[in-house]
Each structure stands twice: as C-alpha cells, then as structure tokens.
Nanobody, 128 residues
Framework: EVWMVQSGGGSVQAGGSLRLSCSTH????????LAWYRQAPGSECERIAL???????RMGDSVKGRFTASRDTSENTVELQMNALRPEDTATYYC??????????????????????WGQGVLVTISS
C-alpha cells in the first residue's frame, strides 16, 4: 500500500515562516521524483519544488530563495520549509510522488497533475 499524509499548514502573517511535512509509506525515494505543488482558488496548479531520483532539488522561480524542499530517505519524509511568506503564497499545498512505472493520478482536490500519488493537501493562509 502507498500513501502520503501531510501535516503542517495554518495561518501566518506576511514575513513569517511555516514548515510542511509529508510522511509516506511504500515509496522508494530513489525510484521516484518527489514534489511540492500549490493551488489557490481560481488559479492553475503550480509545481514549486521537484526532487529528482538522486536527490537534486529544483525550486520554482516564484519561491526560489524563500522556500526549501528536502527529503529524508531513511524516514521516507518530505519537507517544505517556507520563509518570508507573502499573501500571494496563500494556497492549498500538496506533496506528490512520481513513481517509476506507476501512471499519473490527479490531486485529490484542485487540478494538479503529473504525479502518481498525492498527500491530502493542507491550506496555508498568509495575511497582510
């Protein structure tokens, strides 16, 4: 069985920080690409971080320098550290995994695509 369960999220004022966590089961990280996505109501889904099979981390331009994604292969967890938060960061955030040989599935809500498995999503709200 494969699952991804997220924790974290919440409401923070602009300039603050949040840390999102994604616990997983049944995913071999070195055989998967891991990612963080976000989607605000009325907006398209945006991939903001991608971790490649070997561990290379690629951050999206909109969050580069403020957010950092990481993985722990021994614990099968994925983290997203968010700093210098802005109101435009308000969105539902999802972790995802693209596992070799497993077809894509849409996110449980919103319209995110490109991953085989997803966390349930957590809401992050940044006030001005």
């Amino acid at each position: 069985e494969v699952w991804m369960v997220q924790s974290g999220g919440g409401s923070v004022q602009a300039g603050g920080s949040l840390r999102l966590s994604c616990s997983t089961h049944g995913i071999e990280f070195e055989e998967a690409r891991l990612a963080w996505y976000r989607q605000a109501p009325g907006s398209e889904c945006e991939r903001i971080a991608l971790i490649m099979y070997e561990g290379e981390v690629r951050m999206g331009d909109s969050v580069k320098g403020r957010f950092t994604a990481s993985r722990d292969t021994s614990e099968n967890t994925v983290e997203l550290q968010m700093n210098a938060l802005r109101p435009e960061d308000t969105a539902t955030y999802y972790c995802g995994a693209d596992v070799l040989g497993v077809r894509y599935s849409p996110s449980p809500s919103g319209s995110c695509r490109g991953m085989s498995y997803w966390g349930q999503g957590v809401l992050v709200t940044i006030s001005s």
